[in-house]
């Protein structure tokens, strides 16, 4: 039996490739941004007592990053990279992954800003129309599904050979969508507005909540590290779970429920 | 196989395409004008408003961090400093009905104000101290802008190793903010040669480089197209936004 549902609606298979593209350049432009100061500090201003990351580069081609302290070689990886022009220096990140490749403070802001604008906007959008085509609800992690959080895992684990009933998402797939689209994202598009000066102006209990414009910046930075996690677990589990299938309804909206797959919350 | 090659090519070739392809696009000069128009955006739900926050004294930095263009050393600038700045004159001119040449003893006359607010550098870092001097908005309104003035031009003492000179520009609104202040005195002591003698712009709801030093003349402008890049400032004829509250 053939059990084929439209699944993806317009606005959300838009949303999910724009903000794919948005979510790219973003990383690559934060990580050119972090090159101008490559340290995170726990703190309001900067405090090399509350360092909690920093990347640096103490001698001529000997790249370091130190951690909560601990102090790692990284060279060619970390502190001495790929400048983005042909040879190596003294860079946090290499050349290969930040926009521009070579070090450009100004236009690494302007495509930060610019996809910002983009990602949030695209956000938005899917957010909206999910809530009122009740996408959203069949998405959100409810509490009664949290007692089929370990089931699944264990289905998963093979530890199970049956996972617990769930409807259009099992619980650790709304444990992640809920998680993404409704806690990571809004709080790093939040962080990224904390460390503006005119934002702290009009809103100042926004970086004060999250410690501070410094604290902000390492909040912002671990937003970005959760997200990049989740686009690879997303991706693997995409690969491994009917590649064609999950691809054509990204794009076409319409997919073939598996044998567990139900419809609803 | 086949699963985990898609995985590992797909998220390789995701991280290694978007550099290139972005470095492309950034130097094309019609996608490059093309992502400024999110500077407008900004300006326009952003803006000037609210006051930024100000500190206890516990707040102070140790050590108020450096990072601009290097001291002057003209010989203009230093005989000025050898002299304390008793030649020095802060000049006010431009589209104002009333110029004047303000000496320093005339601005530590005039009503002080005094914050402990943070510097936000565009670079990600961030320092805490107490400037103390004059609201730019009690010398501008003093000046008596002409009905065409919008902006505020800082010219300044330094320059980088091309020769360029370093100058700011505020709107007339950011220039009357409250806490936009001519600073005469960092952290208790009149402000030293290496952060901006006599005169220091601070304007703390925008990132540093706003905050001009070495301030030579204040001249009021209708628009700034024909002062050096014609950009506004000398960061922004580098390609740094104008509005730089963000």
Redesign the interface.
């Known amino acids: 039996m053939d059990r084929t549902v439209y699944r993806y609606n317009l606005v959300t298979r838009l949303a999910h490739w724009v903000w794919?593209i948005a979510f790219?350049?973003l990383?690559?432009?934060g990580l050119q941004?972090?090159n101008?100061?490559p340290y995170l500090d726990a703190s309001?201003?900067?405090?090399p007592a509350h360092r909690v990351l920093s990347i640096d580069s103490p001698s001529q081609g000997v790249g370091t990053t130190t951690v909560f302290g601990r102090t790692f070689t990284t060279t060619g990886w970390l502190g001495w990279t790929d400048d983005?022009m042909g040879s190596q220096g003294a860079r946090a990140f290499p050349?290969?992954?930040?926009?521009?490749?070579?070090q450009?403070?100004?236009?690494g802001?302007?495509?930060h800003?610019?996809f910002?604008?983009v990602a949030s906007v695209c956000w938005l959008a899917w957010l909206v129309s999910s809530a009122l085509k009740g996408n959203l609800a069949e998405m959100i992690l409810r509490p009664s599904d949290i007692p089929k959080l370990w089931p699944m895992q264990a289905y998963y684990l093979k530890l199970r050979k049956e996972p617990p009933p769930y409807g259009t998402y099992n619980p650790l797939q709304k444990a992640a969508y809920t998680s993404i689209g409704l806690v990571i994202t809004p709080l790093v598009v939040l962080t990224g507005l904390a460390?503006?000066?005119?934002?702290?102006?009009?809103?100042?209990p926004l970086?004060?909540v999250f410690g501070?414009?410094?604290f902000a910046?390492l909040w912002h930075f671990a937003g970005m590290l959760l997200l990049i996690g989740f686009?690879?677990v997303h991706?693997?589990q995409v690969?491994?779970h009917g590649?064609i299938n999950q691809m054509r309804s990204m794009v076409t909206g319409w997919y073939r429920l598996g044998e567990h797959d139900g419809v609803g919350p | 196989m086949n699963?985990?090659l898609?995985?590992a090519s797909?998220?390789s070739s995701?991280?290694?395409a978007?550099?290139?392809i972005?470095?492309a696009l950034?130097?094309n000069a019609g996608f490059?004008h093309f992502?400024?128009?999110?500077?407008g955006?900004?300006e326009a739900v952003?803006?000037?408003?609210?006051?930024?926050?100000e500190y206890p004294e516990s707040?102070i930095?140790s050590v108020y961090?450096i990072d601009s263009l290097p001291t002057p050393t003209s010989t203009r600038y230093m005989d000025l400093l050898a002299g304390d700045f008793r030649g020095y004159r802060l000049i006010v001119d431009g589209a104002v009905d009333r110029k004047s040449a303000y000496t320093l003893a005339q601005l530590r006359a005039m009503p002080q104000q005094t914050q402990i607010t943070?510097h936000?550098?565009?670079?990600?870092?961030?320092?805490?101290g107490k400037w103390s001097g004059v609201r730019l908005g009690d010398i501008v309104a003093a000046a008596q802008p002409r009905a065409d003035a919008r902006y505020v031009v800082f010219h300044c003492f330094d320059r980088d190793d091309q020769g360029t000179q370093y100058y700011e520009s505020l709107d007339m609104h950011q220039a009357m903010h409250p806490q936009t202040l001519l600073g005469l005195r960092l952290n208790g002591a009149d402000v030293d040669a290496d952060h901006g003698a006599p005169v220091r712009l601070r304007v703390?709801?925008?990132?540093g480089y706003k905050s001009a030093k070495w301030i030579s003349r204040i001249e009021v402008v209708g628009n700034f197209a024909n002062i050096e890049g014609g950009h506004g400032g000398y960061?922004e004829d580098?390609?740094?936004?104008w509005y730089?509250?963000?």
């Open positions: 794919l790219l350049v990383v690559s432009s941004i972090f101008a100061a309001d201003k900067s405090s983005g050349g290969w992954i930040t926009i521009p490749s070579y450009d403070l100004a236009d802001r302007r495509w800003f610019f910002a604008w460390l503006s000066p005119g934002i702290d102006a009009i809103a100042a970086t004060w501070g414009r410094q910046r686009f690879v991706t693997f690969a491994t590649l | 699963r985990k898609f995985l797909s998220i995701a991280l290694a978007c550099s290139p972005g470095t950034n130097n490059h992502l400024g128009s999110a500077q955006l900004s952003i803006g000037t408003h609210g006051l930024a926050r707040a930095s961090r943070r936000d550098c565009v670079e990600g870092w961030s320092v805490i703390p709801t925008q990132l960061w580098q390609g740094y936004e730089a509250g963000i």
